[in-house]
């Protein structure tokens, strides 16, 4: 027998003169472990079910002449095809559990296992959020202890828990704006936003009945100071800035933007999706925030799953608090936790909340994940999550700045992402050619095209949780694609080839969308 | 730190190759002033895995769980069975871990799954096209109001909301409306064996775009949606129907198949648990395909790739924040997604001939519940028909009733008084919830303690 080494190849390294994938083709379509999966209403059967329950009885109901009597159309598997159905998809997914996920702005760090545990306690995963309050003394208390946490990181005054996800953290924060002003009788119509921002920025501040204008960029990337004092007046209601920007970028004037902005009668709204950089280095309180959503899903590690749930708790400031929706929690002297809701406001002296975001308190089940990270991290470890997140995010701007344009790597570091541009590619090569390229190599490609103010811009957000080979393989693969893309090579065009699937036409799917499936028998 | 890989050698070494003395130089950018030196103040430090869970699990004792009580909540949250493989496969890390599906050629798991969850949104809602989710109930039916003002290209101005619906969902609504131009129509709801489908009908007009009923109602009552759907239609208005418990939709018509425009409810009962009320999970759907390009959130659809081989990508997104930043449909980006899966998966093991049954079953107990709290002195059941849920009067107040019996671990159900504190004629009311998950002795139990409460 071999040794497992004998052939001197090692994972990592290229394998010369072999593509591992030619050969014929086979009649499943199979590809050994790349298996095809139908969809559900190919495979399944309207009288199969994978579950017992008892047939019902013929007899009277309550049903009130309601009763369904057309088949819905809903077919059903038994547990081992439902669970085999479900393991092969779960195969063509890319995950933070396979690899790193370099999603500039997105922030997918590792997810604790510890934390799943701790969520699917009975007393957490298994309460009802009408119970009676003196039953669920230790979910507010969750609630209560989050929020403490929230507030002494960030250095602001007040904090609302419900909103479900950033953008509804948003809208959250505007709203308290919103009301603020409305509750001196000053209507202002003009929210103020970066052209680099999140889209959320402007479509929420729209949503809440402003008017939205750019705030002009300085060449280093920065929010244009002077620009924007001239802009400021009794018509803007505020501002909205990400800080660290979406360049990856500290914003360093930040200071002397909420001073003008407060000083010309308005708030700021800080976009916290980046948080992550600075939490434990600096205070967004100190810097004169009023407002400003923490995406739990990102800084505090709660799993995206594919796209969520998220959860986006607002914290405000001293002007803002008063503000805040309902419901919320509030400790009294005695060490009792409250839930105050519409009912108990005046006891609280929250009399001025704008109103309620959302049915019941809040994305409980993220809560007590996100807090279970910040106790395993304490203070000193959520300060180290920072600094190696940003120290890896350097690590990978300086390792490719001979391959890549790093348009603002001259000017100084970068804080947790590293963005290039495209400038320099090949004739007809694109940013979205690079990142096909790295899903051949085993990567999920950066964030595309975003910011928008950077030429094809790749916004790499590496994160704490990798390691420094792990970085080094990635930036192996990323400087191999590069340089491919420069020299012009024409493969990058067709990639990915070793994916579940070759590019997909999304224009196809626009313009003739087929949404949901359709019986071809039916049709 | 068990969470952070990098060795105090491997962050000298990148320090040396980045060429900044130390950690400090990469936050050059933070003014001095603000730059924390030390940890937090008031804040702990680091703790093992077993300290954190040992912490995290004396707070979870201080809640009582719901498997632990004679249990009877609902009013927009239901305790069902969740069978065991639904949470093992939303824990597989390839679903668990993964993000929103924008590079479509490596999420086809998210994808397909995103696309077999809209059909059965869709299908069960009786509508051509659900959404890949929102963030629950009470969002989806803000966002279905905002919708039709929409279509109504902002000509209409008042929005009618059954007195019958849920109330945060109402609250929910009249606190997005004050920041839009939109009236909002409400009402206090009555306590009648059945809805005031008439009195809801009366204040429809033509100023009005759209009409909001939850189906069944937050009292349990079922409205005569295709009355009023044809009476909105008249005054050229949206019916909107709300749905708080899918599982009632195995037993009852669809509110599509009914006439409303634009369903939504909230997905917890299939495949998501109670978690005190999040996540989640909001379903959303058009009845008619021609509405699709009013609607929020994302869209998952089908084509083919350069191979000519099926696939799924996020589709119509030309409506959506990131692409049309103000001139969106909705700020909505992050929704729902594991709990979509975690939906898909449970509706996939229960399949119809499942919800069905699991519909007649939650009903044959419901009924067997309101039978015997009938026949207990002080109580009366108001509703003429329900699906799992019905209102009953107590002689009494129910909110100190329901505090009372928790000391006996039992959960008795939701009082009107704590969902309409403001409404002192309904402090008698208590909303009880019956699911598969109640045994015949839990019905027992609530009987008796209130035969012996009210006696």
């Known amino acids: ?523 | 730190m068990r969470y952070l890989p990098l060795t105090d050698t491997d962050r000298s070494d990148m320090l040396a190759k980045i060429g900044a003395p130390d950690i400090d130089a990469l936050f050059a950018d933070v003014p001095e002033e603000a730059r924390l030196s030390g940890p937090i103040e008031g804040l702990p430090m680091h703790a093992s895995e077993m300290a954190v869970e040992k912490h995290m699990r004396r707070l979870s004792k201080k809640n009582l769980a719901a498997a632990d009580a004679a249990f009877f909540l609902g009013a927009g949250a239901y305790k069902h069975h969740i069978p065991a493989s639904v949470d093992h496969i939303i824990q597989r890390g390839e679903f668990l871990t993964a993000y929103t599906p924008y590079q479509p050629e490596i999420a086809q798991g998210t994808l397909q799954m995103l696309f077999e969850f809209q059909t059965q949104v869709a299908r069960l809602y009786g509508c051509a096209v659900a959404n890949a989710s929102m963030y629950d109930g009470s969002t989806a039916c803000w966002e279905a109001v905002a919708m039709a003002g929409r279509v109504a290209r902002g000509k209409k101005h008042k929005v009618v909301l059954s007195g019958a619906l849920h109330p945060h969902y109402a609250e929910v609504v009249r606190t997005m409306a004050k920041f839009t131009d939109d009236e909002i129509a409400g009402a206090p709801p009555s306590l009648t064996a059945k809805p005031d489908d008439d009195g809801l009908i009366a204040r429809i007009d033509e100023n009005t775009s759209c009409v909001v009923v939850q189906y069944p109602d937050i009292l349990g009552r079922l409205p005569d949606l295709a009355r009023i759907a044809e009476a909105a239609h008249d005054k050229g208005a949206l019916l909107i129907a709300v749905n708080t418990e899918p599982v009632a939709l195995g037993a009852i018509k669809s509110p599509g198949e009914l006439g409303a425009d634009i369903v939504v409810g909230e997905g917890q009962s299939i495949g998501v648990g109670l978690q005190f009320g999040g996540p989640y999970l909001g379903l959303f759907a058009v009845r008619d395909e021609k509405h699709v390009r009013m609607m929020p959130g994302r869209l998952c659809g089908e084509t083919q790739d350069a191979e000519g081989k099926r696939g799924f990508v996020l589709t119509l997104s030309t409506r959506e924040q990131h692409i049309r930043r103000e001139k969106a449909t909705s700020n909505i980006c992050t929704n729902s997604g594991l709990c979509a899966l975690a939906f898909n998966v449970h509706m996939t093991l229960l399949g119809e001939e499942g919800l069905r049954r699991l519909a007649m079953e939650n009903h044959r107990l419901a009924c067997m519940a309101a039978d015997r709290l009938a026949k207990v002195p002080g109580v009366k059941v108001l509703n003429h028909a329900f699906f799992n849920e019905f209102t009953i009067l107590l002689d009494g107040d129910a909110r100190s009733i329901v505090r009372e019996l928790t000391k006996q671990d039992i959960l008795a159900g939701v009082s009107l008084g704590r969902l309409f504190p403001d409404i002192d004629c309904l402090s008698n009311g208590l909303l009880v919830a019956v699911t598969e998950t109640t045994t015949e002795e839990d019905i027992e139990t609530l009987a008796s303690a209130l035969e012996e409460m009210l006696a």
């Open chain 1, 1 to 523: 027998m071999n040794a497992p080494n004998a052939s001197g190849w090692k994972p990592g390294t290229p394998v010369e003169g072999h593509n591992a994938m030619s050969g014929p083709d086979t009649a499943t379509g199979n590809r050994a472990l790349m298996l095809e999966e139908p969809l559900l209403f190919e495979i399944g059967h309207i009288e199969t079910t994978g579950v017992d329950l008892p047939e019902p009885k013929d007899g009277p109901n309550r049903l009130g002449g309601f009763e369904r009597n057309e088949p819905i159309g809903l077919p059903g598997l038994s547990e081992p095809e439902t669970v085999r159905h479900y393991t092969r998809l779960s195969r063509q997914n890319y995950a933070i559990d396979l690899g790193l996920f370099p999603l500039g702005s997105c922030t997918m760090k590792h997810n604790p296992r510890l934390n799943e545990k701790i969520a699917r306690m009975p007393g957490f995963g298994d309460v009802h959020p009408l119970q009676p309050v003196d039953t669920v003394r230790g979910a507010l208390e969750v609630i209560n202890e989050l929020a403490f946490w929230l507030l002494d990181l960030t250095g602001m005054h007040g904090v609302a828990m419900s909103p479900k996800a950033g953008a509804h953290g948003e809208l959250c924060g505007i709203l308290c704006i919103r009301a603020a002003l409305e509750a001196r009788g000053d209507a202002r119509e003009v929210i103020l936003v970066p052209e680099s921002a999140h889209g959320t920025n402007p479509a929420t501040a729209a949503f809440a009945g402003y008017k939205v204008e750019d705030i002009p960029a300085t060449p280093e990337g920065r929010v244009d100071l002077e620009a924007l004092k001239a802009r400021l007046g009794p018509d803007v209601a505020g501002v909205m800035i990400t800080n660290p920007n979406t360049c990856g970028l500290f914003e360093p004037d930040m200071k002397a933007i909420s001073d003008a902005v407060h000083e010309a009668g308005g708030f700021v709204y800080c976009d916290g999706a980046n948080f992550n950089a600075i939490v434990g280095k600096v205070r967004p309180g100190d810097l004169g925030v009023d407002a400003m959503h923490i995406n739990l899903h990102k800084t505090f590690s709660t799993p995206h799953g594919g796209g969520g749930p998220g959860s986006g708790p607002v914290v405000l400031s001293e002007a803002l608090s008063p503000y805040g929706p309902l419901p919320f929690t509030a400790r009294t002297a005695d060490g009792v936790v409250h839930l105050v809701e519409e009912e108990n406001a005046d006891e609280f002296e929250h009399t001025k909340a704008f109103g309620r975001m959302t049915a019941f308190h809040g994305q409980m089940g993220m809560f007590t994940r996100a807090l279970a990270y910040m106790l395993s991290h304490g203070a000193d470890g959520l300060k180290q999550v920072a600094e190696d997140a940003v120290l890896n995010a350097n690590y990978v701007l300086r390792s490719l700045e001979d391959v890549l344009d790093a348009p603002f790597g001259p000017s100084g570091p970068c804080m947790h992402e590293a963005l290039f541009s495209d400038k320099g590619f090949g004739e007809g090569l694109s940013t979205l050619d690079l990142a096909k390229a790295m899903i051949d190599e085993g990567y999920h490609p950066m964030t595309m095209y975003f910011p928008l103010v950077v030429h094809g811009a790749m916004l790499v957000e590496p994160t704490e949780t990798e390691s420094k080979a792990a970085l080094d393989q990635f930036i192996m693969a990323l400087r191999s694609v590069a340089e491919r893309a420069k020299a012009g090579d024409e493969t990058l065009k067709t990639a990915p080839h070793y994916a579940p699937r070759r590019r997909l036409d999304e224009t196809q799917a626009a313009r003739k969308p087929v949404l949901a499936w359709n019986d071809p028998a039916m049709a």
